[in-house]
Nanobody, 125 residues
Framework: QVQLVESGGDSVQAGGSLRLSCAAA????????MVWFRQAPGKEREGVAF????????EYADSVKGRFTISRDNDKNTVYLQMNSLKPEDTAMYYC??????????????????WGQGTQVTISS
């Protein structure tokens, strides 16, 4: 079956950096936009970074703008999230997701058909 496998989560101190990866198996991401979501304990899942199929257009939640960068390598069937200047409030489980409609990537969780299992990011102060 289709798999989205996230990796790269870790525990780091505030101000540090991490790079998350989302590798797709048995599914080509080449023709679809992709998204990174995150969910902190007791909070709603939120979309933090969005990228179109070419990688030329990206959008970010205000909370991560200027610190996070989403990118993709379609040849490797992988999406990345570079996270810099990390803050304790970035602590969450991070998920990548593939949409129901290949050109529609937004913050509405109902619009996604494939999800990864998540990778934990913990930032200490």
């Amino acid at each position: 079956q289709v798999q989205l496998v996230e990796s790269g989560g870790d525990s780091v101190q505030a101000g540090g950096s991490l790079r998350l990866s989302c590798a797709a198996a048995r599914y080509s991401i080449r023709s679809t936009c992709m998204v990174w979501f995150r969910q902190a304990p007791g909070k709603e899942r939120e979309g933090v970074a969005f990228i179109d199929k070419s990688g030329h257009a990206t959008e970010y939640a205000d909370s991560v703008k200027g610190r996070f960068t989403i990118s993709r390598d379609n040849d490797k069937n992988t999406v990345y999230l570079q996270m810099n200047s990390l803050k304790p409030e970035d602590t969450a489980m991070y998920y990548c997701a593939a949409p129901l409609i290949s050109t529609v990537c937004n913050a509405d969780q109902r619009g996604y058909k494939y999800w990864g299992q998540g990778t934990q990011v913990t930032i200490s102060s």
